[in-house]
């Protein structure tokens, strides 16, 4: 496994190992687990897959009171499991690569990106589909893999890939999750034994919100309205617990059709974000199906 600091000699090296192959990029901000090992790995199986990961901890996607400064660090950690993982370049960028200059130049998605997280990190989105934009034309992969634990990302930038004529497919894998049903994720490690425990509640919100809607419950602020107070009696402090049409995101009145149910809680400081997946329709509903399926591979 090879790993580039630098713009140019990634690109010789892929422009020398690509003819007759995929390249299949995983993008992530490092202090890796077993939810980009899910991402890796699809990447990985990818037919002639030559598989990427980069690891950039993206400043513009913060904000000014975010943890860019805390973020949690583990690079060695992190080219250890890629090599486990059968990762062939590791793409780690000096910030000073990625931004040379100061930036003007933005993607911006529009709608998509103004609810859910959007609403509550102005500048977010753009930070993400900028940088993405930037690693996509670095790396030119035939293949991007996204999480769907962040699921609103990874509508956006499935939206920008089609709306700005990116040669690249996208493909998307389920959440990954411990055993008492957390989201696998970076910032995870934040948390101390009690927040951990209450962080499960993410999860059980979620479960509790799914039952309802098999039950027959069409009313998306009824089920909100009991994520939220499962979360808050946990001791969590819930930032939103939305129902939303997919793929656009749309407010909904019923439940109906494809749809998400997305969290945002803060244990302490920590900001976690969780979401299932349904599909409401013909007397039958339908759990955690994929966010999208373009028929990648
Ligand atoms: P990050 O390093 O947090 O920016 O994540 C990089 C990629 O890994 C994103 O596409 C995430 O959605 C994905 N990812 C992070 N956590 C998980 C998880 N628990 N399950 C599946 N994918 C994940």
Redesign the pocket.
């Known amino acids: 496994m090879e790993v580039f600091r630098d713009i140019a000699p990634m690109r010789a090296f892929l422009a020398e190992r690509r003819v007759g192959r995929s390249v299949a990029l995983?993008?992530?901000?490092?202090?890796?687990?077993?939810?980009?090992g899910?991402?890796v790995r699809s990447a990985v199986e990818v037919r002639d897959s030559l598989p990427v990961v980069s690891i950039f901890i993206n400043p513009t996607q913060f904000g000014p009171d975010e943890d860019l400064d805390a973020y949690p660090r583990s690079f060695d950690r992190d080219l250890d499991l890629c090599t486990s993982w059968g990762v062939e370049a590791v793409f780690a960028p000096r910030t000073s690569a990625m931004y040379p200059v100061p930036q003007t130049t933005w993607i911006d998605v529009g709608e998509l990106t103004g609810v859910l997280c959007g609403a509550t990190r102005p500048g977010h989105f753009r930070g993400v589909t900028t940088v993405v934009a930037k690693l996509l034309h670095i790396i030119e992969p035939d293949i991007a893999?996204?999480?769907?634990?962040?699921a609103q990302?990874?509508l956006v930038i499935r939206r920008m890939l089609r709306q700005l004529e990116f040669g690249s497919r996208i493909v998307v894998?389920?959440?990954?999750?411990e055993k008492d049903g957390l989201?696998?994720?970076?910032?995870n490690a934040y948390l101390n034994e009690d927040q951990r425990k209450r962080a499960a509640s993410i999860f059980s919100s979620l479960q509790c919100a799914g039952e309802m809607i098999a039950r027959g419950e069409r009313d998306p602020r009824r089920v909100e309205a009991a994520t939220i107070d499962i979360l808050t009696d946990a001791g969590l402090e819930p930032e939103y617990a939305e129902l939303r049409g997919l793929p656009d995101l749309c407010a909904l009145e019923q439940i109906e059709g494809g749809v998400i149910l997305a969290v945002a809680a803060r244990a302490g400081r920590t900001r976690l974000i969780d979401n299932r997946t349904f599909f409401v329709g013909g007397g039958r509903v339908e759990a955690d199906a994929l966010l999208f399926d373009d028929g990648a591979r």
């Open positions: 995983v993008p992530t901000m490092g202090a890796l687990h077993e939810g980009h899910a991402c893999v996204f999480g769907q634990k962040d990302q990874a894998v389920p959440i990954a999750r989201a696998l994720s970076s910032r």
